[in-house]
């Protein structure tokens, strides 16, 4: 009788990217990599509201110490001018609202006007939804101009129903756009083939950075990322942050388990990149 596989399937995810730090190092020797990170539960802990979701001193002299030894691109669910605010590091990339708008480090725009023409229907769901959830204690809309994320971790849980039906009946009206999930939060954005993975590649495209000689490390936590970890499955490294219990299945590689432990391995590629590890 052969024994069922054990949950963590797809790309395995399961080994810690602290103890493999020396596969990762032997994995980048002679390439150029270029380093992109998720922010909230994976740069910093979740927190009962965004604004409440700050960046260390410690991360963010990691993250500025990093991006003078390669490419450095954020790429999160939030507005991109409130990520780069929360994490306040400069002369790197951030692509906002799932990689809806991107600057790269001088501030150029990469993703053009993608998201603006589903600006209208974005603003007459998240007003329609304003309207309908404000009798809910804790449930509030984020507005990140090319998705809007409806908040519910702060909730009542026998309210979680009905927020969920009203954000599928106000995106079943509306044909331009779709719902994405993620932690406590539902996410209404343009129904394209456009995610977090384009934007890797199209950042990765913009600075010239072709695999094999360019190795894209992406860490992440949410279903959201694995947009992410799937552009670079073949090409680069997936790290995704989630505590030894989570056993969802993941496309990533390696796995680290708290955004603390991400902050040290940020610090040891550091150490490494500027020991000149990397060169061949
Ligand atoms: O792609 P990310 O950078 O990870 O952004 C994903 C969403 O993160 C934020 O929401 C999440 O973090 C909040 C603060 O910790 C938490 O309260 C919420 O429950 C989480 O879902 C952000 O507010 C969203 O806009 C992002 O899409």
Redesign the pocket.
Known sequence: MTTPPSKPARGQGTDNALACFDDIAAALKGRSPALFL????????????????VATPRLRDTVARLSTLMPVA??????RE??SQMLGVDGIAYAG??GFDIRDASGADLSGDIGAPYRPALEAAASALADRLAPIAGAFL?D?TY?I?I????AAPDTHDVIRAAVDEEVARRDTLKRTG????H?LRPDLDWD?GTAVLRVMETLGLTPPDAVPVYI???E??EDAFRAIRDSGIGIKVADAGDDAATLARYRLGTPAEVTTFLGRLADYLEMGGASA
Request: glycine residues 12%; proline residues 4%.
């Open positions: 998720d922010y909230d539960g994976t740069l910093v802990p979740l927190a009962r509201r965004p604004e409440l979701a954020v790429v999160s669910g939030r507005g409130d990520v609202s799932h984020e990140k998705s994320a908040h519910y971790r702060e993620g932690k406590m939060i996410e977090k992440g936590d949410d959201t990322d």
